[in-house]
């Protein structure tokens, strides 16, 4: 039965991923008188088949995570579930293909099989290279043909189901028409600077209402009291020596960091003898070529050229004319090992040197830090064995420079401790009734903390946040301020008067999607914005400023735009892809559920216990 271009595309992948797997996973042999796991309809699911597509999908796990797995891990992880489901598929269009009298006939199917490249000689197909392949496979020629023919025409039942569904235009349309939509509009920013209104002090009566009213803001949060010890190699360093041998002797280890040479860009153009470099070099001096056209002349690019960055010794006995040139230009012809050469520098990057002097500080610093963390790793052994004993925190004070100490801590705590990620999981997690353990910080030092009490959130007094509700009162009173103001002026550019009568700053806007930010604009005025009618004007307000906006026209997708274009031809593939997907998964459902599902557990518990 002849195949469509689909059905063919399908065959071909479906070849590639069966003879990929041949290289061993079909080893998996089960002898006796099971044969089956199970059935779908009048198709068998083959025990071996199970076995092989179970362990195929075990050594694809294996190779991808690097480990190998248990069977428990396989089990707990659903491989044989999700082998034994693409088994029960596959066997389901078996059985609908044999109802609708479907197959290829032995002509074509010998056709794929001798252009498949594993099974390919000196001279095309090689029938020993075919038994051998086959045979490390675990199977049969009458196997593996018979499963090529069933997974050619299941490529052809796939193919018709899928194929000729495409998603209709409108649902392409109708998102682009959403995100590509365009609008333009006329803006004016009001600030505290333009109120009009002269700010009045807050009465405390007012002050007081405010405070209640907006109690969230001025609540303290959730709080856990913590003891903690902390040993850091910043409070250790000061009294550390460090021998100067040491800084000597690392400071040679590293001179390639501290001593960098002068390196140059440099492109190489290589002439097969001296009379033609000069000609070369004589047309370049006299203005007839430019250096590109001399590259081209020979054949080349100039990534053929190219060398990048360079040091005078790696140019070895060009480096001499190369770096003494002065800044960028074309050196040459000078002789190399592969020949008379011209050099073009365009550009110099200057070498540096810092002295042992110079890096002294930074490489004390960097042993004393190392020795400091050394030394926090064995105190941290005697602070186990002391918690593990029984001491409090308390006692732990002084151990190797350890510093007792206590935080309210939450989410949001910004002292020093608390900007250790290991220590705030610790504080997270700890409660009422948990043991200190040494905490590995990130920097190399400890801690260890305790549980107190847990402190829960409370609106602060007034007394103590007076200047917060102060501020916020009177940013809300200039919000306020700006708005009502705001509303005035819209009203009269609605009446006709221009931006500039009422003495506003417009800010034209063009083109603008959804998905664009003006810095300067209280947020969310492009979401407002896209809410407006055309020619409304209307106040957005923010924080500490309101907006004046004027909307000047609405306009669709830019279908000139690249971006536009690209993102209009992925969603009708994605979509074409949802809706083939979609029509598949429902008819293999419906093909199932008319053949009906049989499966031996006897058989399948048969087939794990050979993987245990």
């Known amino acids: 039965m002849a195949s469509g271009t689909t059905s063919k595309t399908f065959m071909w992948g479906i070849m590639g991923l069966l003879i990929v797997g041949l290289g061993g996973f079909g080893a998996t042999n089960l002898s006796g008188n099971i044969t089956r796991v199970g059935s779908v309809g009048d198709e068998d699911i083959d025990v071996n088949e199970y076995a092989r597509a ?9 190779a991808q995570t690097g480990s190998a797995m248990t069977f428990d891990q396989v089990l707990a992880a659903g491989v044989d579930r999700a082998a034994l489901g693409r088994l029960i598929g596959q066997a389901a269009l078996d059985n609908e293909a044999a109802k609708l009298g479907l197959s290829i006939g032995d002509e074509n199917l010998s056709q794929q099989i001798v252009q498949i490249d594993a099974f390919q000689g000196a001279n095309g197909f090689d029938r020993e290279s075919y038994r051998f392949a086959l045979n490390q496979a675990g199977l049969s020629e009458i196997e593996f043909e018979g499963q090529m023919r069933a997974d050619t025409v299941r490529a052809i039942l796939q193919g018709a189901v899928v194929t000729g569904a495409p998603m209709p235009s409108a649902y392409a349309d109708t998102l682009i028409g959403f995100a590509g939509e365009r609008r333009d509009f006329t803006w004016a920013l009001l600030s505290a600077a333009d109120l009009m209104t002269a700010q009045v002090e807050p009465t405390e009566e007012q002050l007081t209402k405010f405070h209640a009213d907006n109690a969230a803001d001025f609540t303290s949060p959730a709080k856990k009291r913590l003891t903690y010890v902390w040993l850091s190699p910043d409070a250790l360093v000061a009294g550390i020596d460090v021998d100067e041998e040491r800084i000597t002797a690392l400071y040679e280890e590293r001179k390639d960091q501290f001593i960098v040479a002068e390196r140059r860009l440099v492109e190489r153009l290589i002439y097969s003898d001296a009379a033609a470099a000069d000609a070369a070099k004589a047309a370049l001096d006299a203005g007839e070529k430019d250096f590109e056209t001399l590259v081209a002349d020979r054949g080349l690019d100039l990534a053929d050229v190219d060398m990048g960055d360079v040091t ?9 004319d190369v770096f003494a040139l002065d800044g960028t230009g074309v050196v040459g012809p000078v002789e190399t090992t592969l020949g008379p050469a011209l050099f073009r520098v365009n550009g110099v990057l200057p070498g540096s040197e810092t002295s042992l002097d110079e890096a002294r500080e930074e490489l004390h610093a960097e042993l004393a830090s190392d020795a400091a963390r050394r030394q926090i790793d064995r105190v941290a052994e005697d602070l186990d064995d002391l918690l593990a004993g029984g001491a409090t925190l308390e006692e732990l004070e002084g151990e190797g420079g350890a510093v007792l100490s206590s935080i309210d801590w939450h989410a949001g705590s910004e002292e020093e401790i608390a900007g250790y990620a290991d220590f705030r999981s610790a504080a997270l997690a700890a409660k009422d009734g948990d043991y200190p353990e040494v905490i590995r910080l990130d920097d190399g030092g400890i801690a260890a903390l305790r549980w107190e009490a847990n402190i829960d959130a409370a609106l602060q007094p007034l007394e103590e946040v007076r200047d917060a509700v102060t501020a916020a009162y009177k940013a809300e009173q200039i919000n306020i301020g700006l708005a009502a103001q705001g509303e005035i002026m819209v009203n009269q550019l609605v009446q006709g008067a221009g931006m500039a009568e009422l003495g506003l700053t417009a800010r034209p806007e063009a083109d603008m999607i ?13 979401d407002e914005v896209f809410k407006m009618q055309d020619g409304g004007v209307t106040v957005i307000r923010g924080t500490d400023s309101v907006a004046i906006v004027k909307l000047d026209a609405i306009k669709g997708p830019d279908e000139n735009d690249a971006e536009v274009t690209g993102f209009r031809t992925l969603l009708a593939q994605q979509g074409d892809a949802g809706i083939s997907d979609d029509l598949y998964a429902a008819y293999a459902r419906a093909i199932q559920d ?3 599902i049989y499966l031996d557990q006897t058989a399948l518990n048969a087939v794990h216990a050979n993987f245990r």
């Open 594 to 596: 008319q053949a009906g």
């Open 514 to 526: 959804r998905s664009d930010f003006i810095s300067e604009a209280p947020a969310g005025l492009i």
């Open 312 to 320: 005078a010794a790696s140019l070895g006995v060009a480096g001499a």
């Open 54 to 62: 179970l362990q195929q999908d075990i050594r694809a796990i294996e």
